[in-house]
């Protein structure tokens, strides 16, 4: 089977905790994006990464880390300086970055307590 | 149509009958566009896309219109299904960004 997997489904955290949310994708893409979608509102680009070894900021990358060492895999990173982490993650790849169709995981539930 | 906030529009159609789906669009200079259906708890599904030199383009039950005069993109779904129950919502790209309206919540009443 090909695509995009993420794990864990759900995320507990308890505050002041740094979390790694895991995602892998078999699909010889590229480029690889990280999400954040709140009820009510569109996507949010954290990050992304067109290539492997690295990676730029997208519109909220404040509080977030990711790192790009292997092409199939975009771990991103939750630290303790992101103030309201609780949210759906989403990771999505594509085949190169700009015009091309972003394909999505299943997405993580993190929940800060 | 697309909003930003806490409540999302909705549409609600029987089952059997065709659902129509808008999405404004702000950037004249948006080239390529994609409509998502995303199902609760799950990740955003590609359903289809269209490039701006397109007026029209037909998938298997859906059907998604571009009009560039009112930056207008709409996605129609013909004999809706129970399943066809989700958020959908569209994607344009523009210098190479890809940007995410909020979404429109469908339900099919059975």
């Known amino acids: 089977d090909g695509g995009i997997t993420q794990s864990p489904k759900y995320l507990f955290r308890k505050e002041g905790q740094n979390v790694t949310l895991s995602c892998e994708q078999n699909?010889?893409?590229?480029?690889m994006y990280w999400y954040r979608q709140d009820p009510g509102q569109g996507l949010r680009l954290i990050y992304y990464?067109?290539?492997?070894?690295?990676?730029q900021k997208g519109d909220i990358a404040e509080g977030y880390s990711v790192s790009r060492e292997k092409k199939e895999s975009f771990p991103l990173t939750v630290t303790s300086a992101q103030k309201n982490p609780t949210a759906f993650y989403l990771c999505?790849?594509?085949?190169?970055?700009?015009?091309?169709?972003?394909?999505f995981g299943p997405g993580t539930r993190l929940t800060v307590l | 149509g697309e909003s930003v906030g806490l409540h999302l529009p909705t549409l609600s159609v029987q089952e059997g009958d065709n659902s129509i789906i808008n999405c404004a669009y702000s950037?004249?200079?948006?080239?390529?566009f994609i409509w998502y259906k995303q199902e609760s708890g799950k990740g955003p599904q590609f359903i289809i896309d269209?490039?701006?030199?397109?007026d029209k383009r037909q998938g298997q039950r859906v059907t998604v219109l571009l009009n560039k005069t009112v930056k207008h993109l709409s996605l129609q779904i013909a004999a809706t299904q129970p399943g066809d129950s989700a958020v959908y919502f569209c994607?344009?790209?523009?210098?190479?960004?890809?940007?995410f309206g909020a979404g429109t919540r469908l339900t099919v009443k059975p």
């Open positions: 950037n004249s200079a948006s080239d390529y």
């Open positions: 269209i490039r701006s030199n397109m």
């Open positions: 699909l010889n893409h590229d480029a």
């Open positions: 994607a344009e790209i523009v210098n190479n960004d890809m940007r």
């Open positions: 999505a790849s594509s085949t190169y970055g700009g015009q091309t169709t972003q394909y």
């Open positions: 990464s067109q290539i492997v070894n690295d990676f």
